[in-house]
């Protein structure tokens, strides 16, 4: 009787393990698939962030409407560029960056008009453009340091002056990044609007 009810414990055990051990294996793709995409969302937007870096510092205030969009090392390039030269070396700028596969080039020829007298619109472009570099440069920082948690951070920058805002989960993150905007070369001054979340 007593072996009866070992093996009867014993094959309980062992069903309950094996269905356990389904369930993990079957559980396991999605998880792992899961890591992947977070993963690959972070790399996605680490590379639009690169690429658009670069055609700031390559072509200028023109690239400042672009909008790029990396999907896997594809990149897709919309919006205007003021003459066909700079639509052109768009691509050829993007196809430099380190992860680029495939550039998509939609961006459309359209001079951009200006009311201001050229010198102070120049002078303006420019320092939006090294504003716009600048914002660039420490969100990449911040992608590669913080991960996921970086989208939860809003970057300003004007002049060298560098403002976060946005919740971060705990005082670990918010203190990282206020580690690495400091240390981002080109930052002055660093404005802490981050808050914890409760």
């Known amino acids: 009787m007593r072996n009866q009810t070992r093996k009867y414990r014993n094959s309980k055990v062992t069903v309950f393990f094996m269905v356990t051990a389904t369930l993990l294996l079957t559980a396991m793709p999605a998880l792992a698939t899961n890591t992947t995409d977070i993963e690959s969302e972070i790399a996605d937007a680490a590379l639009e962030l690169k690429v658009k870096t670069a055609l700031l510092e390559h072509i200028g205030w023109d690239m400042l409407t672009v909008d790029v969009e990396a999907?896997?090392?594809?990149?897709?390039?919309?919006?205007?560029?003021?003459?066909?030269?700079?639509?052109?070396?768009?691509?050829?700028?993007?196809?430099?960056?380190?992860?680029?596969?495939?550039?998509?080039?939609?961006?459309?020829i359209e001079k951009k008009s200006t009311e201001a007298p050229v010198g102070a619109a120049v002078a303006d472009a420019e320092l939006e453009v090294k504003d716009a570099v600048l914002e660039s440069r420490v969100k990449t920082e911040l992608i590669t340091e913080l991960g996921l948690n970086a989208f939860?951070?809003?970057v300003e920058a004007t002049d060298g002056r560098v403002s976060l805002r946005g919740e971060l989960k705990n005082a670990d993150h918010r203190s990282l990044a206020l580690k690495t905007v400091e240390s981002c070369?080109?930052?002055?001054?660093?404005?802490?609007?981050?808050?914890?979340?409760?």
């Open 71 to 108: 999907e896997q090392g594809q990149v897709v390039l919309m919006g205007t560029a003021d003459n066909r030269a700079n639509q052109e070396l768009a691509k050829e700028v993007t196809l430099a960056v380190n992860g680029v596969e495939k550039v998509d080039n939609k961006l459309n």
């Open 152 to 154: 939860d951070i809003e």
């Open 185 to 198: 070369k080109g930052v002055e001054e660093v404005v802490d609007l981050l808050t914890v979340a409760s």
